[in-house]
């Protein structure tokens, strides 16, 4: 029996049949993907390669090197944005190439974070990391950090709005989809409490900056 013949629902047929079975219909389709998937990769090694990445034989038989790679690999794939897969590629080579950190529960704790972040939240806490060295050093209190972040919070919501197009009263939502990444700390106020806060970034933001800023 072939397998669309399995299903009687015209619409989930319709989507059988873009799935790759082999069938002589789905030559194209596949072809497209298979370039898809390799302009993705072209990205991905072209980054590798300006990086000098400098490898050995030991380091590739390595395990935990074996299981980053690969990890890495399935996330390139399924992304769209060539420029986030330029990020994924800093990320391994500073994380894995270039031993910054050793081992996979480490490394594949940063690369789903950086899966997680779409390019406009990474745009977000980097601008606000930006005005934060500007007024903090980095060895400040959290609650200190808040304190000194209320001096910038008005030129950050000026800034979000001119620059990417958030309102100020948009801000707070999209800083709470970042928050959920760890890379993001927002003080809680109770509901009655209508005074203005600011936000700091984390210490897991500052090493994933580290990792995938050029």
Known sequence: MEFMELYDNKYVRSLIQLVPFGSAADVLIKETIDEINKDRLRVFFNKLEVGNIQLTEEII???????????????????????????????????????????????NFYLTILDDLTLKEINILHKLYRLECKTQPKDKSRNERLIANKGIWEEFKQNMQEDMNIIKNCLEEELIRIERTGCLYIPRVTINDFRSYSAVTTEIYSKLKDLIVS
């Open 61 to 107: 038989k390595n395990e935990d090197f074996l299981h980053n790679y690969f990890a890495t690999i399935r996330i390139v794939i399924n992304t769209r944005r060539r420029e986030k897969i330029e990020l994924f590629g800093n990320l391994f080579n500073r994380a894995v190439v270039q031993n910054f950190i050793n081992s996979f529960d480490k490394y």
